[in-house]
Each structure stands twice: as structure tokens, then as C-alpha cells.
């Protein structure tokens, strides 16, 4: 037995030594500096960066990572909010989101987000898996507010700097607190796993082991930025150490970190403008987003207001290889990302030596650089999008590809499972 578990992981390190060289074999690296890549931890670098706008005041962004020798890639999906703006709001979830203390179980994190509207009147526009949990019960390990209102106390093994808690206080602001710190003045809270870092010093947390990961920071200004790594998904995201974890939301600006339940339960969803529900934006390492106690939601009292902003584009920014095309979407959105109807108008090139467009689709020229795509209604420019034409593009591995890898990198990280398991029973 111990023969063939010792043969099957040699294979399987040879098999994803290969994988592992796939993506680099169809892409380049192109970053847009949503990310201060000198703050990350060592050997770790930028590949590839985007953002989309979710609301007013809240950003999206998807930064993926990887080691110098391209054999530890990470995907990233983040979102940060401005809690300056006085339509947003942080609040807890839990089960059903209907305030019973008792009423502990378990939701999938769209579930929660559906209960907590039609229970709490809320508009979630963005949301990420909370604390950890009894899993068979659905009791939080930590603490739980919600609405001003205790729902479940501190462990009694409650231990500084593993259970330390994010909270909203009464005035709308965030912080992270650690256990037996004041609660008096919290409006909502969730304990996480462990605090990483602290007035911007990282506490010299050592687990090591690689897991998909959930965080919560705060910037110096009040920002608050939710993290979701996947994991257990090798060569496509092979997940973070909570090292890595700490410096990657360092480098994202925050001063305060709290690492929550990961593995599993990691899962973000957002809802971009334009928009009429949340999507998953994330990869649950299991393929699916598994039922969990408690999440944390980014909502908004905005409403639509029918009048036209700003355009929506499916991407922030486009990037395209020379005499190749690539489809512009967009929609229509008042001042606060509701959609709204598009005034009677036409999308085109800033300059034509770069490419042409038929229709929503640009077709490069052989010419690299960056060129504007405006949408012009009666002579004016109303928006406008840029399309970076480069050899050296964000990653253009088709979808297929993309999803091939991914699926055999989900069979191999289940399989090394399977075989920890066996070791251990074995041993």
C-alpha cells in the first residue's frame, strides 16, 4: 500500500508539473496596478488584473498571482467598499437572517443573500461566507451580532488572535477587534479565524498549510476589502498559505486583517451594475457553493433613478492580439449602476490605425497601443472604453482550455486527498 501511495504521488508531481506549464503556454502577463506588487510576499508576483464597478462606492477587482518559476498560480477575487457613502452598509448573516437565536443551520451564500432581502428588506449587492462553524449543527464558533442585537457569544476556548471579530459600529465604521474587546457600541459582527495583521504589523501567524482562503481587511481610510483565494484547484489556483493571505491584503492597502473560514466555504458573489441579481464569482473548490452558518454583505438603499450616467462595459478594459477581434458589450446605468436606457448613439474608434469596428466587435490591426472606443451621441463623447492591442495580453487561453484544466486540476487535488486519507488510515 505504502509502495503504491508513494508511486502515485510521484505521478502526480510530474502531472502537474506539466499542467502546470499550460497557461503560460497561451498567455503573457499584463498588469493594470490594481495591487502593490512590492507589499506581497516573496517570490509572489501579478499576472494578470481586472475591475469591474459593482455600485457606487463598491469595486471588483481579479488579480491573479503566481511565483517567479510559474508553478503557484492563485486567483483572487476581491471587493472593496467605501463606507464614506452613506447608501452602503455591512451587515452579518446567518441561516435564514431572521434575528432567532436559536434558528442556527445552514445556506448556500445565495440563499442567505435571498433571506436576508426578503427577511431583512436588504439589497445585497455583493457578499463573502463568514465565520467558522459546527458543521453539523450550523452554530457559529464565535461571535454573532446582528441588528444591535447578541445572537451568539464568544466561545469559552476563545483565544487572542484566533478569534478576534470584525464588527460595524453604531457610527457605520469597521473595525477589528480582539476577544473581550468592547461590543457595546457594535451594530454587527462576525469572529474570524485568525487575526493576521494589526495597525498594519502582520502577527507572525505560521500555518503554512494551502487552503482556498476568505479575508476582511481595513484600509487606513475606512475602506473595507473582502478577499476570496481559490484553492485545491492546481495548476488553476492552488490556494494560499496565511502568510501569503496577510501580505496579499497588505499589498492591497489594508492595515487590519481577519482571515475567516475558508476551504470549502470560501465564496464571493457580486452583483455588477447594470445587473438584476448576484453571480458567483468565485470557483468553490468542491464545484459548488456548499451551505454555510454565517456570511458578511455589502448592501445598498440606493434606488434607480431611470436617468441615464454612464455606460457599462463587460470589461473594464480590453485586450487584444494584433488581427484579432474581440466583442464590447454594454448596458445603460444611472448614477448608482441601476441599469437605465441608452441614449440614441454610436460606439467608435478613437483612432482607426488601430482597428475597426463591425458592429460591438473590434477588429485590431497589426499596429500595438492603446486606443479608445467612445460611444458618441449627437457629436459628444457620452463614454468611452480603451482596447490595449499587445502581443503580451492578459491571458487568451480559450474558455475550453481553460475549463479542461481546470477540471483536472479539481480530479488530481481530490485524488492527493483521498490519499491523505488513506496514509492516515494506514499508518
Not at 457610527?171 to 461590543?183: K, N, S
Not at 489556483?237 to 473560514?261: K, N, R, W
Amino acid at each position: 500500500m505504502s509502495k503504491f501511495l508513494k508511486l502515485g504521488k510521484k505521478s502526480i508531481a510530474v502531472i502537474l508539473s506539466v499542467l502546470m506549464l499550460f497557461p503560460f503556454l497561451f498567455s503573457g502577463a499584463f498588469a493594470a496596478n490594481l495591487i502593490d506588487e512590492a507589499l506581497l510576499y516573496p517570490d509572489g508576483m501579478v499576472t494578470e488584473e481586472k475591475y469591474y464597478t459593482v455600485t457606487k462606492g463598491v469595486t471588483e477587482k481579479y488579480v491573479v498571482l503566481n511565483s517567479t518559476a510559474k508553478d503557484n498560480q492563485i486567483k483572487n477575487y476581491i471587493y472593496e467598499v467605501d463606507l464614506k457613502n452613506e447608501d452602503l452598509s455591512i451587515v452579518a448573516g446567518y441561516n435564514k437572517c431572521d434575528g432567532n437565536p436559536t434558528d442556527f443551520g445552514m445556506l448556500t451564500l445565495p440563499e442567505q443573500v435571498n433571506y436576508a432581502e426578503s427577511n431583512r428588506g436588504n439589497h445585497v449587492v455583493a457578499a463573502v461566507n463568514g465565520g467558522c462553524y459546527n458543521t453539523r449543527t450550523g452554530e457559529p464558533e464565535g461571535l454573532l451580532i446582528m441588528d444591535r442585537k447578541m445572537l451568539h457569544d464568544y466561545a469559552e476556548n476563545a483565544k487572542d488572535g484566533l478569534d478576534s471579530f470584525f464588527a460595524i459600529l453604531n457610527d457605520g465604521t469597521a473595525v477589528i477587534r480582539r476577544p473581550g474587546d468592547r461590543t457595546d457600541d457594535v451594530k454587527e459582527a462576525i469572529s474570524g479565524k485568525y487575526h493576521l495583521v494589526e495597525n498594519g504589523v502582520f502577527l507572525n501567524v505560521s500555518d503554512n498549510a494551502v487552503h482556498p482562503r476568505t479575508a476582511v481587511g481595513i484600509k487606513a481610510d475606512g475602506t473595507v476589502v473582502f478577499m476570496v483565494s481559490d484553492g485545491r484547484q492546481s495548476p488553476d489556483s492552488c490556494g494560499m498559505t496565511l502568510p501569503q493571505q496577510a501580505y496579499t491584503m497588505m499589498a492591497l492597502g489594508c492595515v487590519d486583517v481577519l482571515s475567516l473560514d475558508g476551504g470549502g466555504s470560501s465564496t464571493m458573489i457580486t452583483q455588477r451594475e447594470a445587473l438584476s441579481a448576484t453571480s458567483i464569482r468565485n470557483t468553490p473548490c468542491y464545484g459548488f457553493a456548499r451551505p454555510i452558518a454565517t456570511s458578511l454583505m455589502v448592501c445598498t438603499s440606493a434606488k434607480p433613478t431611470n436617468e441615464f450616467d454612464h455606460l457599462a462595459f463587460n470589461e473594464a478594459a480590453y485586450f487584444v492580439y494584433p488581427l484579432h477581434s474581440v466583442s464590447v458589450k454594454y448596458a445603460g446605468c444611472d448614477e448608482n449602476g441601476f441599469k437605465a436606457n441608452v441614449p440614441a448613439g454610436k460606439l467608435v474608434v478613437e483612432d482607426e490605425a488601430y482597428g475597426t469596428l463591425i458592429g460591438s466587435t473590434f477588429h485590431a490591426k497589426e499596429k500595438e497601443g492603446t486606443v479608445n472606443l467612445n460611444y458618441v451621441v449627437n457629436g459628444e463623447v457620452v463614454d468611452s472604453v480603451s482596447v490595449t492591442i499587445t502581443k503580451d495580453a492578459d491571458s487568451f487561453i480559450e474558455t475550453g482550455m481553460k475549463n479542461y484544466i481546470r477540471l483536472i486540476g479539481n480530479l488530481i487535488d481530490m485524488f492527493l486527498f483521498l490519499i491523505k486519507k488513506l496514509t492516515s488510515l494506514f499508518a
